[in-house]
């Protein structure tokens, strides 16, 4: 069993930066992709980026590549998303998820996810 919970999210201005953290419980953590996605009202969640349970190799939406991070620190039980640049477009609520099978890109891939937390950009 794992239970996630988001922290880090708000309201910032469009250029600015944020940093979410996801943190986990459960002695296996490190067994777990990690991941972040994101939902606005009305829309598909979709996926952000994505990290193995190693921290060895991430994976990007074309839509933030080069603009958000993802990374983990397994000592603390922690997913990270470092996001730059932050556009309007990125308002959402973001969600952290873990799952074991496979790359977590897909929600059928997420066996638990965290709460979410609001992030607002604006103009």
């Known amino acids: 069993q794992v239970q996630l919970v988001e922290s880090g999210g708000g309201l910032v201005q469009a250029g600015g930066s944020l940093r979410l953290s996801c943190a986990a419980s459960?002695?296996?953590?490190?067994?777990?992709?990690g991941a972040w996605f994101r939902q606005v009202p009305g829309k598909e969640r979709e996926s952000v980026a994505a990290i193995t349970g190693s921290g060895a190799i991430a994976y990007y939406a074309d839509s933030v590549r080069g603009r958000f991070t993802i990374s983990r620190d397994n000592a603390k039980k922690t997913v990270y998303l470092q996001m730059n640049s932050l556009k309007p477009e990125d308002t959402a609520v973001y969600y952290c998820?873990?799952?074991?099978?496979?790359?977590?890109?897909?929600?059928?891939?997420?066996?638990?996810w965290g709460q979410g937390t609001q992030v607002t950009v604006s103009s």
């Open positions: 459960g002695r296996t953590f490190s067994a777990y992709n």
């Open positions: 998820a873990a799952g074991r099978n496979g790359v977590t890109t897909t929600p059928s891939r997420v066996d638990y």
